[in-house]
């Protein structure tokens, strides 16, 4: 096998980047004068630069690994009924759906955009709510971004410094959470948004880079497809109309993302300080339209790199290279999960049953049944090491922790043994770096923010005064740091990852429906947002538990007392009416109801209870002109719209398009072209159309295919490329006008989110200032 590594023109291309960001990071942390720019870098931010850092921050190393890992495992044909959502999201995007109205409160927070709304005790509640299952999401993060880092730079599990054992994790960890929290404590969000676009800016060129490469490597009907069409019936890859026995990511799982559409609406407090950083509601929309083409290569860049994994590990012509990946791979994840004298037998035994696995020799392109796909195709180092930790005392979680983190890190260290040397590989560390520390800044200062706005503040008899708050938003920030740091050394994660983040965020699932309902029902009242919230997290704790403790505590005893046969029947009635897409089978390895089921459960109930509640607890309707600055309360930012007579063309440009009185002509042609591209292009072309063509004539799967390769590679690279160079015109341009106009702005001490009889203080200053002056 091909040595691979990073040498000394890869760690150029890593370095220089990240000395750039630096850079940047102390050019702009002398713009921040106030809690307001800390906050939400003074609400000052272009179109572009919220579009470009916000889809930096969205994406995140733990999301690309957590992707791929999806991908791998579960292929790309469910994806096909996600086109379901497309004319609801574009609807929604156009008309600016809760973002328009959320940033005309003005709120810096969720938490006081809650306590506007409902109060302050429902500020403080969701606050504590919001920040425990927001940091507990979080604190995985740095260690699937230092375990990527290690796997794929090779380097040792510990290092032995003075003959002392050091987790090369932890220092990994440390290191990257350091230059993290260093950027967003420098600035806060004017830090974090600059640093974030930067980032984004120079990650265009380099997506470009390593698409070219891949296709230069891998031949798309010689090794892609065929390998991606060897599956069992039922298990699908490309068709959609044969997916049906996918068990996690599947059409149920794709319902559950139309739901949240509506009822999870702005509720992830991940990239809070986005939600309110644009200079008015209209530019907030419009970067939202912006993110439909913003994606490009950055969207197609995972698509291509699982395929071309699947295709390295699974073709013939790679069985060499495959086996040796894998074996590496397993003595690796072996060395990291089982360490210690407690597992030395067992850490020697699957050693050498590991050198005496050999290369894959059979590949069928046909499979009658799913025996036949798995008798070629069950990985043998993941089974011989559950058979062997199975049997050692308390050897069955570590063996769970070992499937996961070998299933999560096969991908990275293929594509380390994929890319080539001599800047290619350090062009994709370089990548997978900014995509960590991105994600990091922004979750740890939106979460700290929480702790302090939400928490402190309502509850604090005394105003901070400025600085003092700034402060302690850093200490809140580098608390989130600390405990982010400790909770990834020492939690053992079983499940993908995208289901660990639907769990934890179904704590919060309650919210969506809180933030919605809050903004668009004005009959809605604290007695049902305080139902809907507190029941969908103690819905998510349960699920939590049960999958934490199952396997060690749950199973064991139902066992013991014979009541596996009554929950087994309890579990498959509940189910047998969603089957095959909801299927709850008791096995002694997992608890039977997965992480997004729970969540699903989760805001129903919330939903059903905030309205229940509400309608049996309204005395008095809420002023929502007040709330969003409408009407008698407007500040004068905002023209009066004139009313026009119906017509079919205001109907579209109003209710479908979203258009009014805000727009310019740029903006129409904006809105036009995310109309044509997500509704003609994206739902009738390569949606609709397909469904109808298939209910006449089905095709055969060379067809899908065809139609895969087409539609996620040829056509989102022919756009990938000219919005490379559209968003980095634009978010340049963009950037350069943030400082300019953090130079010129004047701080407003009154505007540190505090709340007073449902106003904010900055806007009860600002009445007193207007009335003064009309007197």
Sequence with gaps: MTEHGMNWVDWLFVGIPILLVVLAALKSQKYVKGVADFISAGRVAGRY?????????????????????????????VSFWASLTIPI??????????????????????????????????????????????????????????????????????????????????????????????????????????????????????????????FYKFSWSGEMLPTLMARAPGESFLNPYDCYNLRDFNIFYTTCGILSMFLGRLSWGGT?????????????????????????????????????????????????????IRHQLAVKTLDDVAAGSKYVKERTILKEAYKKIPARSKFSKEYKDHAAWAAENTDPYKTITREVLGKADGGKKVSQTFSTIYGQM????????????????????????????????????????????????????????????????????????????????????????????????????????????????????SAGAFTALVSAALIALFGITCQQTWVQHIYPWLDANGLVPLFTEIFDKASRPFHPW????????????????????????????????????????????RMLHRGAYSDGHDKVEEKKPFSFRTFVNKNLLGIDHNYTRGDKILAWSVFCFSFVKNFLLFFALVVIWNAVSPWEKEMWGHYFF???????????????????????RDLFRLFRDLEAKEDNVYDDGRVVNNMSVADIEAMKKAEGKDK
């Excluded at 470009?52 to 957590?66: C, D, R, Y």
């Excluded at 990834?488 to 933030?515: K, P």
């Excluded at 690279?717 to 634009?730: E, L, M, V």
């Design 582 to 625: 909801v299927v709850w089978e008791m096995t002694p390895n997992k608890f039977p109801i997965n992480s997004v089921e729970i969540g699903f459960i989760g805001q129903v109930v919330a939903l059903l209870s905030y309205v229940l509640v509400s309608l049996a607890t309204c005395k008095e309707v809420f002023n929502m002109d």
């Design 410 to 525: 096969l991908v990275p260290l293929a594509i380390r043994e994929m890319l080539p040397p001599y800047g290619i590989t350090g062009i994709f560390c370089a990548l997978m770096i900014f995509l960590m520390i991105s994600t990091d800044t922004t979750y740890m200062h939106s979460w700290g923010s929480i702790i302090i706005q939400d928490f402190v503040v309502p509850l604090r008899k005394k105003a901070f005064t400025p600085k003092q708050q700034i402060n302690a938003l850093r200490c809140a920030i580098a608390g989130v740091a600390i405990f982010a740091f400790f909770f990834s050394l020492f939690f053992a994660q079983i499940d993908y990852i995208l289901m660990f983040f639907a769990i934890t965020g179904a704590i919060w699932s309650g919210a969506g429906v809180v933030i919605t309902l809050g903004l668009y029902w004005k009959r809605g009242t």
């Design 272 to 324: 809070m300080g986005y939600n309110g950083a644009a200079k008015s509601p209209h530019e907030a929309k419009m970067g939202g339209l912006l993110g439909t083409w913003r994606g490009g290569l950055g969207t197609m860049i995972w698509i291509l790199l699982a395929v071309s994994v699947f295709a390295f590990l699974n073709h013939q012509d790679f069985a060499k290279e495959a086996r040796e």
């Design 710 to 732: 087409i539609k996620n590679f040829l056509v989102v690279g022919i756009i990938g490329i000219i919005t490379t160079f559209w968003f980095g015109i634009g978010g340049t």
């Design 89 to 214: 999201s574009m609807v929604l995007g156009l008309v600016g759906f809760c973002t328009y109205r959320f940033r005309e409160t003005k709120a810096m927070t969720m938490g006081q955009f809650f306590e506007i709304r409902y109060g302050k005790s429902m500020r403080v509640i969701a606050a504590t709510i919001q920040a425990t299952s927001g940091i507990v999401n979080y604190a995985i993060f740095p260690a699937v971004g230092a375990r990527f880092l290690i796997y794929f730079l090779d380097l040792p599990v510990y290092i032995y410094p003075f003959g002392i054992a050091v987790s090369t994790f932890a220092l990994c960890m440390l290191c990257f959470l350091g230059l993290a929290l260093l950027i967003a404590c420098l600035g806060g969000q004017v830090t974090i948004m600059v640093t974030d676009c930067v980032q984004g800016l120079l990650s265009y060129p380099m997506y470009v880079v390593i698409v070219c490469y891949i």
């Design 49 to 77: 630069v919220v579009s470009v850092a916000q889809g930096e921050a969205g994406l995140g190393l733990i999301s690309v690994v957590a992707i791929l890992e999806m991908y791998y495992n579960c292929g790309f044909a």
